[in-house]
Structure formats: structure tokens, C-alpha cells
């Protein structure tokens, strides 16, 4: 087995209740234990039911959510790519965005002035990319932030479902360039609902269930075991 | 294990609550590049649309400014012609703490969504708009130069002090705001809250009245004490002496007091900040 790059000891994370929450007697949602290793050079999945715990997990993994419990190591960069377009300011032009993204996540301005003709070739928007954003439609919107957010690859690159924004020939396009980067990137953890994608992508795939993960292996035996945790939800709700 | 294995780093191993004040200087130095598009971006939203731009900076103060001396001269019955610079540097030192204070309390709220998608030192959008607001207030310093001419005031070295006053000012507003940015993004009663404090304090501060009337109607009594406490007290008063050439007399207490509740806030404040901020952003 490779270098383990990542390290996810016993993490876990509650969420803090609201008032109304409190006063209802809601049970906490938390997240975790979770346990988990990653090597140099593999693309690891991650699926699971809409709140499972997959964007918290990978929050907590990049750095953005800190655990209440736990160790997380890792070496080199890692950088999270999600919510396309968090950031840019509307009266700014394609260009000010740029920067002002860049420096969001740390890129001094010589590293974006070397990255500026890639984004402007990629994103496709010519001379709107000097022109406000506001006049931007939402596929242009789409194009400069998917452009910008994947001009950097870093050590370890965590996507959470930022696959599907665009036209369909964009989606191809930022769909290549993912490829490129985990092709580029030591190593990947990917979130997304497409099996397709995941099982041609991923070397292993973590299932999520109810805040933990549940599985840690093969991507065609998880897909099988996300099945069987789908249709046991299913004949749950149809007994109810 | 290979000889070449990546030496592994803990993620949040460093993160020490009690070095927090320290932190936010240091993260504003290394993040320097941020601060100065968060300022570009700040400014940009603000004054790019209309179509006077920058001059409003200048402008605002101003109509203030004849406002509260119109109402002033109303009130007392006759007119002083250096009162309405003394509103305006009133004016001007009292909204740049009443900004920072309230962009620092709000700094979680508006940029929520952001920390939800980058790892980012939190308490650096409130500097930075901090800074912002310190940028203004020295833009609207021009609303004073017609006022050297007409009282035939002296452009004197002192002057050069006037930033730093402005920048005391606008350091309080920010410490006494920030550590109630993550009750403020879970609570919103305490907005509200903040906003009926400014109010209040309108009226607490010397925008409308000065140092010397101060002592004259409260004396050096446990009140004239309490008035120390407000952090703009006393870099007002100063930036008054320095342009008009006069002297105030404020004690060396005084001066103490005026830096006691911001460095006492700026130190704890700045630590429960980072202690409730992460979660915060979690719950939100």
C-alpha cells in the first residue's frame, strides 16, 4: 500500500441545536466516528443519502468545519472545491473576481497572474470576462467560477458535487478538467450521486449512513451495499 | 512505512484560543493580498454605483455635520462658527467606531456562506472592514480643509496624529464588536440590540457636545469616570485640540480609560471569537 497523505482519527462533530430544536426534544445530529486513511494517488469516493453526513465529512476533512473530537493530519495542500461561485462579488468584473477569489483561498497574486490566461481560455467569456458580473448569465456564472476554482490543483482536492453546473458541452468540458486535475492531484476525495462516474473514477468508495461511514472499499460492493440501505428505506416507508 | 513517507501535520493542533490576539495580527500580515481585496471589495460596493463615487465619503459627514449644527444653533439660540467643524470631526470619529463596531458584530452573518466553503481566517473580514471604514473617515478628513481657510487654522505637524486617533477609533469599534459576531449569527435579537446601543450612544458621545462642556456639567465626579469609559471620548476631544490648536486638559486617567474596555475587549474578546466562531458558522 502507497504513503497515507491523510488521516482522520476518531473525528466527529455535533451539530449545535437551535431553540426551536431544544424545545422540541430533536435528538442531536452528529456526525461520525469516523476513522479513515488516505494514500498518495488514489481517488476516493463518497456516497450516501442526502444527509448523511458527506459534505460535513468532507468540510471536516478540508479544514473549514474543526472537529469537537478527534485528530485530523494531513501533508501538502488540500483544497475544497464546492458551491461554484461562493465569493464573487456582483459589481466586480470577470478579472476583479479572479483576484479576489485567489486571494479567498490564498494564492498570492503573482500564482493567479501565471493562472490568468488558463482561466480566460477555459471559461470561454471572452470580453466578458472584463465586463460585471451581474451581467452575467447563470451558465456564465457557472463557467468563470468552475474555471477559476479548478485553475489550482492542490495536493489533496476534495470535490463535493460542483460536477453539473453549465451547459451540457460546459459539463463535459469542467468534467475533462477534473479528470485533468485528479490525474494532476496526489490524491481525490469526490463526492457525487453518479455511479457511472464514481465507479470509473474511484479506486474506493466510502458509504455514509446516518453520519458514519459504514463501508470502506470496493466501489461495485458499495454501490450494492447503498442499494440495499436504499431499499431498506424504502420498504421502511412503504410498512409505515 | 517508506524513508520517503509525507510527514503528517494535525489540521488544528496549533490553533491556541489563548493566542488569538496575537493571531489577528499575524493573519492580517500573511493574508495581506485578502485584506486589500476585501477593502477594494468593500469600497467598491459602496460607492461604485452612485454617480458623486468617492465623494460621498466626503459629502455625508458634511451634510451631517450642518445638520446637527443647524439643530444646534436652533437649540441654543446663537451661532459659533467653529462649532460646525467641531461636528464634523464629531461626526466623523463617532460613525467610523459606530462601523466598525457594527460591521464586526455582523462580520458572520454576511459572510456565512463563505466560511461554509473555505478554510479562512474568520476574524480578518471584520479587519478588514474595519480598515475600510478607517479609509473613509481619512477620506472624509478633505470635508475639513475648506474650515483651515475660513478660521484661519494652521496646517501644523500634529495633524499627522489624526490618523492614529482615527485608527484607535476604529480599533475600538472593531474589539468591542467582535466577540459578539457568533452570539449575533446565532442570536439575532443581539443585532438588534447593537443597533438600539449606537443609538444610545449618539447621544453618550461627543458629536454634538464637547470635552468642556462635559466637565462643566458633571465635573470630576464617578460620572466624569463613566464618561472616560466610552472610547471615543477622548481620541474626539484630541482630534479637536490638534486641528483647532486648543487644549482640553484631559487627565492622564482619562487617557488611561479611554484604552481600558477596548484592550480588555481586544484580549478576550478576540479569544472567545475564535473559540465560537467555527461552531457558529457549523450551526448556521
Sequence with gaps: MSNIVFRMDNTSLTYPQHRYEKKKGFDKTTIGPITLDLYQGEVLGVIGRNGSGKSTMVRMMAGVFPPDSGEIEYSGSISLLAGVGVGFNNLFTGLENTYLYGSLMGWSRKKIDGMLDDIIDFSELDNHFYRSFRTYSSGMKARLGISVATAFTPDILIIDEVLGVGDQSFKEKSQKRVREMIDKSGTVVIISHSAGLMTKLCDRIALMHEGKIVFVGDPTEAFIKYKDILDLRESDNSSE | ?284
Design chain 2, 1 to 284: 512505512m517508506t524513508n520517503d513517507s509525507p510527514i503528517l501535520k494535525p489540521m488544528w493542533g496549533t490553533r491556541s484560543i489563548i493566542r488569538s490576539p496575537l493571531s489577528v495580527i499575524t493573519d492580517t500580515w500573511e493574508r495581506r493580498e485578502l485584506v486589500r481585496n476585501l477593502i477594494k471589495r468593500d469600497l467598491d460596493t459602496r460607492y461604485r454605483e452612485p454617480w458623486l463615487g468617492y465623494s460621498w465619503a466626503v459629502i455625508e459627514p458634511t451634510l451631517l455635520a450642518i445638520a446637527y449644527t443647524f439643530a444646534f444653533m436652533i437649540l441654543r439660540g446663537k451661532s459659533d462658527p467653529s462649532y460646525a467643524i467641531i461636528v464634523l470631526i464629531g461626526v466623523i470619529g463617532f460613525q467610523l467606531f459606530v462601523k466598525s463596531f457594527t460591521d464586526a458584530v455582523n462580520t458572520l452573518s454576511k459572510n456565512v456562506n463563505l466560511f461554509q466553503f473555505t478554510r479562512i481566517p474568520k476574524a480578518l473580514f471584520s479587519v478588514s472592514s474595519m480598515l475600510t471604514n478607517l479609509v473613509l473617515a481619512l477620506v472624509s478628513l478633505l470635508a475639513l480643509i475648506p474650515w483651515f481657510f475660513i478660521l484661519d487654522l494652521e496646517f501644523q505637524a500634529e495633524l499627522l496624529l489624526i490618523p492614529l486617533w482615527l485608527l484607535f477609533i476604529g480599533f475600538s469599534g472593531w474589539s468591542l464588536g467582535v466577540w459578539l459576531a457568533p452570539l449575533a449569527l446565532r442570536i439575532p435579537d443581539i443585532v438588534k440590540l447593537t443597533q438600539f446601543i449606537t443609538k444610545i450612544g449618539f447621544f453618550l458621545s461627543p458629536v454634538m457636545w464637547t470635552y468642556e462642556m462635559l466637565t462643566k456639567l458633571v465635573g470630576d465626579g464617578p460620572i466624569s469616570i463613566l464618561m472616560h469609559l466610552n472610547p471615543v471620548l477622548v481620541p474626539i476631544t484630541e482630534m479637536r485640540d490638534i486641528i483647532l490648536g486648543t487644549s482640553s486638559n484631559v487627565p492622564p486617567w482619562g487617557y488611561l480609560l479611554c484604552w481600558i474596555l477596548p484592550m480588555i475587549f481586544y484580549l478576550f474578546g478576540t479569544m472567545y471569537f475564535e473559540a465560537k466562531a467555527h461552531k457558529a458558522v457549523v450551526a448556521a
